[in-house]
């Protein structure tokens, strides 16, 4: 009885280690994204924590609404995971110019998705691109 005991006590820890570790990246990370949804580019330059290189006006042309990935209207967060070798967990994120997110069968809409892989550091939780 107490060696059935351990063993699910063992795989319920194990469970939920790998179901909850990357739970504040994610929280962060939809945060950053619901501003970036919102158009609210001053919140979403402020949750970035940019370097003093990564200016208001590269992070506009990133993420505005003229910008590379822009506009962004919806966004799913595809996969968390944490790259061989490195202190950050990689977030790969589809983003729509649409709201809501198209479906997979809107071949139209579909094809403007983009998939983004950025980067949070744990410590801080500012972002990054990898790379």
Known sequence: ?????AALTLVTVVVLWFTFRYYPEKKVAERFFNAVVA????????LWKPSASYTMNDFLADWG???YYGPVKSYAIERLRSPRGSTSVAVTVRVSPYSPMPDASDAEKSRKTRVVEVWILPRDKSFSFPP
């Open 65 to 67: 609404p003229q910008g």
């Open 1 to 5: 009885m107490a060696f059935t005991i």
């Open 39 to 46: 158009g609210d580019m001053a919140q979403a330059y402020q």
